[in-house]
């Protein structure tokens, strides 16, 4: 077997909840022939297998009886048209590394997106985004390792469906494709985007590196470490309902915040939702509601997959309860077999 392979492997340290869940093996990646092999080596065939970067939205229910291939395929590289910049990134890059060096590099537009963890191959299937930014409003493409025709496929971001933590990736393609590589496009007629929360006081002449740094300053404060407190970031989706829920839910919380979200919808935070519900620093066990941050669950040391996902289970029907909205997990709850599930 390759030296890379460990069997029956501890998943602790490779998703950023730190729970100890196993693995029956593990293998490290850092290019699309190696992630082939893995798919079609005899060795492994019959198992479930799990493509996992930096596990930053994961959260595993019990040990996984597959192969987890973590991603490391790296690559930056740059070309220019007349008015954009387009860069080619390998999936196993680093997400804020990647956001980073765009700035340092005078190609600026993602610094809205700054300190979201992860990789660069997980930002397209969540469509990763914060501050009125999204990952689709800069995706040129996205090719993927089709695992069912064994070729690699380019995808134009129009037929990768995007939508709110949404991709063709969590839906048709589920299960068969693997992000190999992004390509992103980045104007050179940059204009800030202020529109969001702690941004819009920053005024129309701040520059691309004031923004990424509010937006660093502004997610450390409210986001914990998951290196000190372990967490998957945001648990929940933000939900969309009815102007009509929403104006029954004026009346008796007139304080609630809101942003447009099409016709006849309307974004509610849900991290609000669970405040306002008397819910931070709820705990079951080691697994907590973040004290800062209430969209945030925590394990505060030696959590268990059961103890969070009762937590997860007491926000969703508290606020169902509260104010007639069901929650959804934005974080991965998989199972045995690498399904979703809790």
């Known amino acids: 077997m390759p030296a890379s392979v460990i069997f029956d492997a ?25 992630l082939a092999n893995a798919y079609q080596a005899e060795a492994w065939r019959a198992l479930p297998k799990l493509v996992v970067g930096g596990g930053s939205n994961l959260l595993f229910t019990e040990d996984f009886g597959g192969l987890v291939i973590l991603n490391r395929i790296a690559g930056r590289e740059v070309t220019e048209s007349a008015n954009h910049f387009h860069l080619h990134l390998g999936a196993g890059e680093n997400w804020h590394e990647v956001v980073a060096w765009s700035l340092e590099s005078g190609m600026p537009g993602l610094e809205n997106l700054a300190l979201i963890p992860g990789t660069v191959g997980a930002a397209p299937v969540q469509n990763i985004g914060a501050y009125g930014v999204e990952l689709a409003d800069f995706c040129e493409y996205v090719d993927y390792w089709d695992c ?76 914990p470490d998951p290196s000190a407190l372990g967490n998957a970031g945001s648990f929940f989706k933000n939900p969309v309902i009815s102007e009509t829920l929403f104006s029954h839910l ?93």
């Not at 494709?177 to 940059?190: E, N, P, R, Y």
Request: charged content about 20%.
């Open 148 to 223: 069912e025709s064994a070729e690699r496929v380019r995808l134009s971001a129009e037929q990768c469906h995007f939508g709110y933590r949404e991709s063709v990736f969590k839906a048709g393609l589920k299960g068969r494709a693997v992000v190999v590589a992004v390509g992103l496009k980045l104007s050179k007629h940059w204009q800030p985007k202020l529109g969001y929360g702690p941004l819009s006081a920053l005024g129309v002449d701040s520059t691309p590196q004031a923004i990424f740094d509010e937006v660093c300053r502004v997610r450390a404060s409210k986001l």
């Open 250 to 342: 004026q009346q008796g919380h007139p304080q609630i915040p809101s942003y447009p979200a099409g016709e006849g919808q309307i974004k509610v935070p849900a991290g609000w939702l669970i405040d306002n519900a008397g819910l931070k620093g709820y705990q079951v066990g080691d697994a907590a509601v973040h004290t800062e941050q209430a969209l945030v669950l925590v394990n505060r040391d030696k959590a268990s997959s059961a103890e969070v996902t009762a937590l997860a289970r007491h926000v969703v029907a508290t606020v169902s309860e509260r104010y007639g909205i069901e929650l959804e997990p934005e974080v991965r709850i998989l199972d045995a077999q690498g399904k979703a599930g809790w």
């Open 10 to 34: 501890d998943l602790a340290e490779h998703h950023t909840f730190g729970i100890s869940v196993r693995s029956r093996a593990l293998m490290v990646v850092d290019s699309v022939a190696a």
